[in-house]
């Protein structure tokens, strides 16, 4: 099992910035992916905000958030973050880390997620 908690959501003026954390813990052998998906109001689809292959392989943005925000991680202490810059009301949402565990090359899959932390854009 993976745990993941996240920190840092908030009330923040349009053209603000955050900072979340979402600390990883439990079993990361497999662990292959860590990224920030948001769910906006009223809405369903949790959509990509950013992610990275552990290996280094890859980090892939959102199209409407590329080049307002950053993912990066802390290795040694199991933690990533999203910084958020210019920060829109359409940028309202909650944010949910996730992480993937597993791959084709170990014959299994699974996603697991944090609860959440609330994003609030507002002047």
């Known amino acids: 099992q993976v745990q993941l908690v996240e920190a840092g959501g908030g009330l923040v003026q349009p053209g603000g910035s955050l900072r979340l954390s979402c600390a990883v813990s439990g079993d990361t052998t497999h662990l292959h992916t860590l990224g920030w998906y948001r769910q906006a109001p009223g809405k369903q689809l949790r959509k990509l905000v950013a992610?990275?292959?552990?290996?280094?392989?890859?980090?892939d943005y959102g199209e409407d958030v590329k080049g307002r925000v950053a993912i990066s991680r802390d290795s040694a202490v199991n933690v990533i973050y999203l910084q958020m810059n210019d920060l829109q009301p359409e940028d309202a949402a909650v944010y949910y880390c996730?992480?993937?565990?597993?791959?084709?090359?170990?014959?299994?899959?699974?996603?697991?997620w944090g609860r959440g932390t609330q994003v609030t854009v507002s002047s």
């Open positions: 996730n992480a993937g565990v597993g791959g084709a090359k170990y014959g299994y899959q699974r996603d697991y």
């Open positions: 992610s990275f292959a552990t290996d280094g392989s890859r980090t």
